[in-house]
């Protein structure tokens, strides 16, 4: 037989993967069926750019500013191009952008502690049934099946160590886990071996289809094409390399976004979402502030304001923010009382985040909190409003679905709160 | 101990049976195995007659018997780890004995790469990727060279001794769970679980906080009278190997349902057992062996709570301690279990074929909990040796063969028998440190993350990456030392290439189709001839056909 097998033959239906991925780990009919929801979201082709600045970014140094009160701080309160709207002086680039954003600025949880709260919140923090419950990104691709990029569904920026991180997944499996980029170098594996040319490399990849193709006839499909899928995905990651090839960004944009490790993990974001990855998180690290928490916000809080105002701009020149839902957030935020070393503490009962994108309402502000920036003044909203809030921005009724694990229904958020209506488009 | 069950025993009332049952450490076989090998050698025609039941009234056929070939890799697979030489599957294709399959089990049962493939195959099932320590394999290895019976197996783990020095790794099965991570507890709740999971079938985890919702036998006591003893234990420090500490029991555990506020209060229990009473003892008078702070030496009680476990979970009269060893060789053997999720084992998720399950986990107690017995009438029977080709058209269930995941072991021993130079690797053979490096990037590769067990045919990325750029693999392709790549070079006749290709990597003789296709490529690539059969053995050990067993 000649060698005319098309890789486009062999392109397995991804959905029918993740839905026999999905029958793997779920041994009882599924609540969910990623399928169906699939289908009826293909066209929306949402994606989630979630940026994690870990350690608690102070809110009254970015969001929500109180200057000229007890325990304002030195910086100043600037206007946006949103009238009314202020936020810190150390967001110049950011607060131009304000007519795309929504603040929430009446954040109030549970943790207060960095190992728990980190996990607490990204899993949305739900009630304790014993189970892990997915980080934000890891159900987002669930929920939302595969999109046709050919690129991992769930990519994570960070510095320092990456590979597949699995944690992320909890109850739905290691499948579902994120595939990580320490300092936004790619996974091990992905070069592809010096004695192997590209034309080789094409060899085999047929003549493995061929195999398969013979070895499927009469059998049920699933395992060839669960395989054939991973495969063309490693294979599409490799040929996309230059992806991750820092020597290829613009100048410019590389001026724009800033020579530091978040800026050039923005940009590296940017191009992973032009490409269609699903869920890109990009972490920074540092943000517990507890000694000099105002030299250190000044650097730390500059850092964020460039590459994330030029992203958020770059989206939207795209076209790309109707369809990416972009939230920058932390743990919880910082007290107001400044300690003893000029610091400030962590403070889970009244801070704030951003979000922009799809779904969401633009140029707005939304909660209040006390003159001095200690309690929550208006409705106090907790993670899990955040997370029904997305889920709906992303056109998934969080409400009304139900995560299958293994049997056991389970709301995909907090069954005590709602979507966030004013938040929402 | 004889409180904890109705002593039914084992069936033969022989004196011996007795005595492995009041003395479990003693290691002696039972010699009522000839009366009860009856009972297990009517095994395989049991599932089969109950088996055809399930197609009659159905009104469906079993599929076709699988051919030599297929069945010769599916046995050498489960039974050994690996895939055939291609000297020994020729051997076996070309035996005149019409009893040639049941020679071959019996043989490759007998083979001391059995005892290691054993020792792997329970090593994921009990450590789920937990890592591995020397002690532990060693332990393994030892048990099953030696056909220890799972009963007296599991009786060494669950409460370990340190000597003698053989069986001391056991301990690792505990010690392993007892490391902390990061900040957090000891997760002796964990370990508990486990225990449920691994060695009765029943996941006790939502029983930790309430009895279970849905499944009534579940209740919060059978997860709390075991956690009264092992979260009494803790990592002996001094000593080197692993060993466990167990501090004295003096009173019973408070818990508390989260639904319902009512103080409530266990002792020592196996789940679904009789609780046992805790004798009081003198303060300072607890311990057996006292205690030596100047050594760290944590003392013996008196009393210990691992060692009444231990007496009265692995017993035959406990029927979930043999229906969970029937359900995971059977799971083993056929890729699914009769009972499935496998730690599910309750009156309301009844067996797929509950007359099976009985029949297995009867012959599982007459054989005095030996393995190999059950697994060679599994092996045996014709529901194990249908074949999976045309598995598409299965209307009921076990109509066709199943696909089988392989072990990061299994993959590995069969990429070298496939690749190597066609010799057969030596068992046992202690493994230079490249070949331990090879070894746990495999698991890296293929194995699943630690305390997921490893269940169905989950290919992932990141083996994907490894199959197409690993050095590891691509040196496999690589002529030398007389190995695939090399023979093949040096065949002319590109037919003659196909065959050779596809019986030592896939196991069979390839079709006019794989012939015609095989010599059509080579013969586009005469330029680079051995480049492209290093494509092509590459091709075959990257298909899905070779990945599994089936």
């Given at each position: 037989?000649?060698?005319?097998?098309?890789?486009?033959?062999?392109?397995?239906?991804?959905?029918?993967?993740?839905?026999?991925?999905?029958?793997?780990?779920?041994?009882?009919?599924?609540?969910?069926?990623?399928?169906?929801?699939?289908?009826?979201?293909?066209?929306?082709?949402?994606?989630?750019?979630?940026?994690?600045?870990?350690?608690?970014?102070?809110?009254?140094?970015?969001?929500?500013?109180?200057?000229?009160?007890?325990?304002?701080?030195?910086?100043?309160?600037?206007?946006?191009?949103?009238?009314?709207?202020?936020?810190?002086?150390?967001?110049?680039?950011?607060?131009?952008?304000?007519?795309?954003?929504?603040?929430?600025?009446?954040?109030?949880?549970?943790?207060?502690?960095?190992?728990?709260?980190?996990?607490?919140?990204?899993?949305?923090?739900?009630?304790?049934?014993?189970?892990?419950?997915?980080?934000?990104?890891?159900?987002?691709?669930?929920?939302?099946?595969?999109?046709?990029?050919?690129?991992?569904?769930?990519?994570?920026?960070?510095?320092?160590?990456?590979?597949?991180?699995?944690?992320?997944?909890?109850?739905?499996?290691?499948?579902?886990?994120?595939?990580?980029?320490?300092?936004?170098?790619?996974?091990?594996?992905?070069?592809?071996?010096?004695?192997?040319?590209?034309?080789?490399?094409?060899?085999?990849?047929?003549?493995?289809?061929?195999?398969?193709?013979?070895?499927?006839?009469?059998?049920?499909?699933?395992?060839?094409?669960?395989?054939?899928?991973?495969?063309?995905?490693?294979?599409?990651?490799?040929?996309?390399?230059?992806?991750?090839?820092?020597?290829?960004?613009?100048?410019?944009?590389?001026?724009?976004?800033?020579?530091?490790?978040?800026?050039?993990?923005?940009?590296?974001?940017?191009?992973?979402?032009?490409?269609?990855?699903?869920?890109?998180?990009?972490?920074?690290?540092?943000?517990?502030?507890?000694?000099?928490?105002?030299?250190?916000?000044?650097?730390?809080?500059?850092?964020?304001?460039?590459?994330?105002?030029?992203?958020?701009?770059?989206?939207?020149?795209?076209?790309?923010?109707?369809?990416?839902?972009?939230?920058?957030?932390?743990?919880?935020?910082?007290?107001?009382?400044?300690?003893?070393?000029?610091?400030r503490d962590h403070w889970p009962e009244a801070w704030s985040l951003c979000m922009a994108g799809a779904g969401v309402r633009r140029g707005i502000a939304v909660g209040s909190t006390s003159d001095?920036?200690?309690?929550?003044?208006?409705?106090?909203?907790?993670?899990?409003?955040?997370?029904?809030?997305?889920?709906?921005?992303?056109?998934?009724?969080?409400?009304?679905?139900?995560?299958?694990?293994?049997?056991?229904?389970?709301?995909?958020?907090?069954?005590?709160?709602?979507?966030?209506?004013?938040?929402?488009? | 101990?004889?409180?904890?069950?109705?002593?039914?025993?084992?069936?033969?009332?022989?004196?011996?049976?007795?005595?492995?049952?009041?003395?479990?450490?003693?290691?002696?076989?039972?010699?009522?195995?000839?009366?009860?090998?009856?009972?297990?050698?009517?095994?395989?025609?049991?599932?089969?007659?109950?088996?055809?039941?399930?197609?009659?009234?159905?009104?469906?056929?079993?599929?076709?018997?699988?051919?030599?070939?297929?069945?010769?890799?599916?046995?050498?697979?489960?039974?050994?780890?690996?895939?055939?030489?291609?000297?020994?599957?020729?051997?076996?294709?070309?035996?005149?004995?019409?009893?040639?399959?049941?020679?071959?089990?019996?043989?490759?049962?007998?083979?001391?790469?059995?005892?290691?493939?054993?020792?792997?195959?329970?090593?994921?099932?009990?450590?789920?990727?937990?890592?591995?320590?020397?002690?532990?394999?060693?332990?393994?290895?030892?048990?099953?060279?030696?056909?220890?019976?799972?009963?007296?197996?599991?009786?060494?783990?669950?409460?370990?001794?340190?000597?003698?020095?053989?069986?001391?790794?056991?301990?690792?099965?505990?010690?392993?769970?007892?490391?902390?991570?990061?900040?957090?507890?000891?997760?002796?709740?964990?370990?508990?679980?486990?225990?449920?999971?691994?060695?009765?079938?029943?996941?006790?985890?939502?029983?930790?906080?309430?009895?279970?919702?849905?499944?009534?036998?579940?209740?919060?006591?059978?997860?709390?009278?075991?956690?009264?003893?092992?979260?009494?234990?803790?990592?002996?420090?001094?000593?080197?190997?692993?060993?466990?500490?167990?501090?004295?029991?003096?009173?019973?555990?408070?818990?508390?349902?989260?639904?319902?506020?009512?103080?409530?209060?266990?002792?020592?229990?196996?789940?679904?057992?009789?609780?046992?009473?805790?004798?009081?003892?003198?303060?300072?008078?607890?311990?057996?062996?006292?205690?030596?702070?100047?050594?760290?030496?944590?003392?013996?009680?008196?009393?210990?709570?691992?060692?009444?476990?231990?007496?009265?979970?692995?017993?035959?009269?406990?029927?979930?301690?043999?229906?969970?060893?029937?359900?995971?060789?059977?799971?083993?053997?056929?890729?699914?279990?009769?009972?499935?999720?496998?730690?599910?084992?309750?009156?309301?998720?009844?067996?797929?074929?509950?007359?099976?399950?009985?029949?297995?986990?009867?012959?599982?107690?007459?054989?005095?909990?030996?393995?190999?017995?059950?697994?060679?009438?599994?092996?045996?029977?014709?529901?194990?040796?249908?074949?999976?080709?045309?598995?598409?058209?299965?209307r009921v269930l076990y109509q066709y063969g199943r696909e089988k995941r392989l072990s990061a072991e299994q993959l590995l021993a069969s990429v070298l028998m496939a690749c190597g130079d066609g010799?057969?690797?030596?068992?046992?053979?202690?493994?230079?440190?490249?070949?331990?490096?090879?070894?746990?990037?495999?698991?890296?590769?293929?194995?699943?993350?630690?305390?997921?067990?490893?269940?169905?045919?989950?290919?992932?990325?990141?083996?994907?990456?490894?199959?197409?750029?690993?050095?590891?693999?691509?040196?496999?392709?690589?002529?030398?030392?007389?190995?695939?790549?090399?023979?093949?070079?040096?065949?002319?006749?590109?037919?003659?290439?196909?065959?050779?290709?596809?019986?030592?990597?896939?196991?069979?003789?390839?079709?006019?189709?794989?012939?015609?296709?095989?010599?059509?490529?080579?013969?586009?690539?005469?330029?680079?001839?051995?480049?492209?059969?290093g494509n092509l053995i590459w091709g075959l050990l990257a298909s899905t056909e070779f990945c599994l067993n089936h």
């Open positions: 037989m000649p060698l005319n097998c098309q890789s486009d033959q062999h392109r397995v239906s991804r959905r029918r993967w993740l839905g026999t991925a999905a029958a793997g780990t779920a041994a009882a009919l599924p609540l969910f069926d990623p399928a169906l929801h699939a289908a009826a979201l293909q066209r929306s082709a949402k994606q989630v750019l979630f940026i994690w600045l870990d350690g608690g970014i102070s809110q009254l140094e970015s969001w929500d500013p109180k200057p000229n009160t007890e325990f304002g701080g030195p910086f100043r309160a600037i206007p946006t191009s949103v009238p009314g709207i202020h936020v810190s002086e150390l967001l110049p680039q950011t607060a131009q952008q304000m007519q795309h954003l929504a603040i929430v600025r009446s954040l109030c949880t549970e943790d207060n502690a960095h190992s728990s709260g980190v996990d607490r919140i990204q899993r949305g923090d739900p009630k304790n049934r014993g189970v892990v419950y997915p980080y934000f990104g890891s159900a987002v691709t669930k929920l939302l099946g595969p999109n046709d990029s050919g690129l991992p569904p769930y990519v994570w920026i960070k510095p320092l160590s990456g590979g597949f991180m699995h944690k992320d997944a909890g109850f739905l499996g290691p499948q579902y886990g994120s595939l990580a980029f320490g300092d936004g170098k790619p996974p091990q594996n992905l070069l592809q071996h010096p004695d192997v040319s590209d034309q080789q490399q094409q060899e085999r990849m047929e003549i493995r289809a061929f195999a398969d193709q013979r070895y499927a006839r009469g059998r049920p499909p699933a395992s060839t094409d669960a395989n054939g899928f991973v495969f063309s995905m490693g294979l599409e990651l490799m040929q996309r390399r230059q992806l991750f090839d820092e020597s290829t960004f613009s100048p410019g944009d590389v001026q724009r976004y800033g020579t530091h490790d978040l800026g050039r993990h923005m940009l590296l974001a940017r191009r992973m979402l032009e490409a269609g990855v699903q869920v890109v998180k990009v972490n920074s690290y540092g943000w517990d502030t507890h000694g000099d928490n105002f030299n250190g916000s000044y650097s730390l809080v500059r850092r964020f304001d460039q590459p994330f105002a030029a992203l958020i701009s770059d989206l939207a020149v795209a076209g790309l923010l109707d369809q990416v839902l972009v939230i920058a957030m932390s743990e919880f935020g910082r007290t107001p009382r400044v300690n003893g070393h000029l610091g001095n920036g200690t309690w929550v003044a208006s409705e106090p909203y907790d993670i899990g409003h955040m997370f029904h809030t997305w889920f709906s921005a992303l056109g998934i009724n969080s409400r009304e679905t139900a995560w299958d694990n293994q049997g056991q229904p389970l709301p995909l958020a907090h069954e005590d709160c709602r979507p966030v209506s004013e938040l929402l488009l | 101990m004889s409180g904890f069950w109705r002593n039914s025993a084992c069936s033969g009332s022989s004196l011996l049976c007795l005595l492995r049952q009041c003395l479990p450490l003693l290691a002696v076989g039972c010699w009522c195995c000839d009366c009860v090998s009856v009972t297990a050698d009517e095994l395989a025609q049991r599932i089969d007659s109950l088996l055809q039941q399930s197609f009659t009234s159905a009104q469906a056929e079993p599929g076709p018997v699988s051919d030599d070939g297929e069945f010769c890799r599916r046995v050498t697979l489960d039974l050994i780890g690996r895939i055939p030489a291609a000297s020994e599957l020729a051997a076996f294709l070309g035996h005149p004995d019409p009893q040639r399959r049941v020679l071959l089990v019996d043989q490759l049962l007998s083979s001391p790469e059995h005892s290691r493939r054993m020792a792997d195959l329970f090593h994921v099932m009990l450590m789920e990727r937990r890592g591995d320590h020397p002690e532990w394999l060693g332990f393994l290895r030892t048990s099953f060279a030696g056909q220890k019976p799972w009963d007296q197996l599991v009786r060494e783990i669950l409460d370990p001794q340190e000597t003698p020095e053989q069986i001391r790794g056991a301990a690792w099965f505990i010690t392993r769970r007892l490391e902390k991570v990061g900040q957090q507890d000891t997760d002796y709740p964990g370990l508990t679980r486990d225990i449920g999971r691994l060695f009765l079938g029943c996941d006790l985890q939502c029983a930790q906080c309430h009895d279970h919702l849905t499944i009534s036998d579940y209740r919060q006591i059978e997860f709390q009278g075991l956690y009264t003893v092992y979260r009494n234990t803790s990592i002996r420090k001094d000593v080197k190997f692993p060993a466990v500490a167990e501090q004295p029991l003096t009173k019973k555990t408070d818990f508390m349902s989260v639904f319902e506020k009512q103080s409530l209060t266990v002792g020592p229990r196996v789940p679904f057992g009789v609780e046992q009473e805790i004798p009081q003892y003198e303060s300072g008078q607890e311990f057996a062996v006292a205690p030596d702070r100047a050594t760290n030496f944590p003392g013996v009680p008196k009393f210990r709570g691992l060692q009444l476990i231990a007496q009265s979970l692995p017993v035959s009269a406990n029927r979930r301690f043999a229906e969970n060893l029937a359900n995971r060789l059977w799971f083993v053997m056929f890729g699914t279990g009769l009972v499935n999720p496998l730690d599910q084992l309750h009156d309301d998720n009844s067996a797929t074929h509950p007359e099976v399950l009985a029949a297995v986990a009867d012959a599982v107690t007459a054989a005095g909990f030996r393995i190999q017995p059950i697994l060679r009438e599994l092996a045996l029977s014709q529901a194990y040796q249908r074949s999976s080709a045309g598995a598409a058209s299965e010799d057969l690797m030596a068992a046992g053979d202690s493994l230079s440190e490249a070949e331990q490096k090879r070894a746990e990037s495999f698991v890296k590769a293929f194995g699943n993350i630690p305390g997921e067990p490893e269940l169905e045919f989950s290919p992932s990325l990141k083996a994907a990456l490894f199959v197409l750029n690993d050095p590891l693999l691509q040196e496999q392709l690589q002529p030398g030392g007389g190995n695939l790549s090399e023979r093949l070079a040096a065949i002319a006749d590109n037919g003659a290439v196909a065959e050779q290709l596809y019986r030592s990597v896939l196991s069979r003789v390839p079709d006019a189709e794989e012939v015609e296709f095989v010599s059509d490529y080579l013969g586009q690539r005469a330029d680079a001839r051995r480049q492209a059969i």
